[in-house]
């Protein structure tokens, strides 16, 4: 689990450490001087006697690589624009596994919704989900079905 504090807290708490070490102290005091483990402050003495202390710095770590490079994504929004229809879709509503379906059809990237999701938030946009509706709806009745017969069913109701 990684320690609580931004990585220039932490990297002071490395830095800090192995002064510690440096001057005398064993790495068990050291580890509880700075609230690290044993074998973290043991880890951090021998990245620091073979790096020296830019060995000791806070790096980033840059996870996977993007499916779509900004160029893409940037057309990606423009093709979202031209709307739903324009796709072969009923209806203005884009939801994400529409979305995954051009991304698919013109990128040749295959993405799971949930990653979709997080891609169209990143471009300011939010997903929306089509009302489904029974193509026979009375709007009427049902308006009328909740004013006269949804009271009396629901508990507590006149």
């Known amino acids: 689990m990684r320690p609580k504090g931004s990585k220039a807290e932490l990297e002071a708490r490395r830095r800090k450490a192995v002064k510690l070490v440096a001057k005398g102290h064993s790495h068990t005091e050291v580890a509880r001087m700075v ?69 698919e059809r013109h990128f040749g990237v295959e993405m799971h919704e949930t990653t979709v999701l997080r891609l169209l938030r990143r471009l300011g946009w939010s997903p929306q989900k089509p009302r489904r509706f029974a193509r026979e709806r009375d709007e009427a009745a049902v308006e009328a079905w909740k004013r006269e017969t949804w009271p009396h069913i629901k508990k507590g109701g006149r």
């Not at 929004?77 to 991304?103: D, M, N, Q």
Request: glycine residues 12%; positive net charge.
């Open 35 to 103: 609230g690290a483990t044993q074998t973290s402050v043991s880890r951090w003495w021998r990245t620091y006697q073979e790096g020296g202390e830019d060995a000791l710095r806070s790096i980033r770590h840059p996870g996977r690589k993007p499916k779509m490079s900004a160029k893409e994504r940037e057309r990606l929004k423009r093709l979202l624009l031209r709307g739903a229809p324009a796709h072969g879709f009923r209806g203005e509503l884009w939801t994400c596994g529409r979305v995954a379906k051009v991304i």
